[in-house]
């Protein structure tokens, strides 16, 4: 099941980034984004409607991985899980929580930035990891450097913040990156402001842009 579900999210490519305010959003963006050729978004746990939103996709969108992020202690990853999350993204590796996700057999995203952070994850069992923040630890170009010592080991990254669709290419073009992380799609401005057309565009331009990139 966990390998199922991320190589769904590598297959997908982008995955939206969300902050949810109000729970009544969550079923239109989700609709949104699946019409769009985007059939997933992380809901960060930095609202109070975030785990009622992860619950009303999973229960009225079939078709759909709604994942949890910012999964920052063992608490966030069981209510993660039982409001319905597909898979669990944590900004950072910390091995109580990471363990808790492997226990309860939960797909499970941890973060890392620096070599030592990504054999630690390895080491636990994981073998996709989140890069984060990329845009501020010097983006593709790290990402691609850090990758060639640590190939053999079979890891794989979601590089997330700072990325946007006119650098998508230096990520997606990485063979050590099995997708992005990106909250350009659905702003919270969006969201909040109910533009689910324009959030559906921004989503379609994306899916679009991972399948000529992958062409290449």
């Given amino acids: 099941m966990t390998n199922s579900i991320l190589n769904q999210l590598e297959t997908i490519g982008v995955i939206p980034v969300v902050e949810i305010e109000h729970a009544d959003h969550a079923v239109p963006l989700a609709r ?21 939103a992860i619950e009303r996709i999973s229960d009225n969108v079939d078709d759909f991985l709604v994942g949890a992020g910012t999964l920052l202690t063992e608490q966030n990853v069981s209510d993660a899980i039982a409001a319905g999350a597909a898979f669990g993204v944590s900004p950072g590796l910390d091995v109580p929580v990471a363990t808790t996700a492997i226990e309860a057999g939960f797909p ?15 080491r636990l069992g994981f073998t996709k990891v989140k890069f ?31 990325v946007r669709l006119d650098n998508l290419g230096d990520y997606l073009g990485l ?42």
């Fill in 175 to 216: 063979s050590s990156v099995f997708a992005v992380g990106g909250t350009w799609i659905a702003t919270k401005a969006l969201i909040t402001g109910e533009q689910f057309e324009t959030i559906e565009t921004n989503a379609r331009q994306a899916a679009e842009a991972v399948a000529t990139i992958r062409r290449k």
């Fill in 32 to 52: 949104a984004l699946k019409a769009a050729g985007l059939p997933t978004m992380e809901v960060t746990l930095r609202t109070a409607a975030a785990l009622e």
């Fill in 132 to 162: 984060f923040p990329a845009g501020q630890y010097g983006g593709a170009s790290t990402l691609s450097a850090l990758s060639s010592p640590l190939a053999a080991t079979g890891v794989s990254f979601m590089p997330t913040g700072g």
């Fill in 108 to 122: 499970f995203v941890p973060g890392t930035i620096t070599p030592s952070e990504v054999l630690a994850a390895v």
